[in-house]
């Protein structure tokens, strides 16, 4: 994980913004917070999804296979009177740093859903959470404390309202090898293979158990094969 010194955005379970903290210290095992995030599944036209092996020096999850991008957006006033336009300008940028696909627009980007999930060693669940994302007040926060001392992956775990975001794009990934080790395409069966096997991300596990992404995908690109 990057942006250690960010803001991110606190939320509760209807994804209401409550507070920001340090996007290290929202992670760590003993300050674990309820936070936004998003994923985005990035298809090609022949119907292959693209998938990302995480970076080794990754502080959350690393050498896990998950879907094409995964980040949070960070806190400014389009967070609060217009989450999901938000968290387009975010992904696509993280799309940019990532992969190194700089082709995609605001406009390219679907909006499927939002599932709350979490995972850490002594809880995991997930659910979808229904509607669309809906606007409120600005607010401001006092600017919170990070995490110091010494600490390892063990460490880190997830607890989020994650945005499932759709793209397609036959453009070619120039991974970001900070933040990926390798890349692949894969049919439904492979990507469900790799989470059988435990090789996924959890979010990427709990959201294949709610959604059909290939399918979906046929839904709102109807005219790709």
Not at 33 to 55: D, G, P, T
Not at 59 to 85: A, E, M, Q, R, Y
């Amino acid at each position: 994980m990057d942006n250690y010194n960010r803001n991110i955005l606190l939320v509760n379970d209807k994804d209401k913004v409550v507070g920001i903290g340090k996007a290290l210290r929202t992670h760590f095992r003993e300050h674990l917070m309820l936070h936004r995030a998003f994923s985005v599944f990035l298809f090609n036209s022949r119907n292959e999804l693209l998938i990302q092996k995480r970076a080794s020096g990754k502080l959350l999850f690393p050498n896990k296979w998950t879907n094409s991008v995964c980040s949070h957006p960070f806190v400014n006033d389009l967070s609060f009177i217009n989450p999901l336009l938000d968290v387009k300008i975010h992904a696509v940028k993280r799309i940019d740093h990532e992969l190194g696909i700089g082709s995609i627009l605001i406009d390219d980007l679907r909006f499927v859903s939002r599932i709350i999930y979490k995972a850490s060693p002594t809880e995991r669940y997930s659910r979808i959470l229904p509607g669309i994302p809906t606007t409120q007040k600005i607010s401001t926060f006092p600017d919170p404390n990070n995490l110091s001392g010494s600490y390892s992956s063990d460490d880190f775990h997830e607890w989020e309202v994650d945005y499932i975001i759709l793209a397609v794009s036959d453009a070619s990934p120039c991974p970001n090898p900070n933040e990926v080790s390798e890349i692949r395409y894969v049919c439904k069966e492979e990507l469900q293979e790799l989470i059988a096997r435990d090789l996924a991300s959890p979010w990427l596990d709990e959201i294949s158990k709610h959604v059909d992404i290939f399918d979906i995908k046929q839904s709102y690109f109807p005219s790709d094969p």
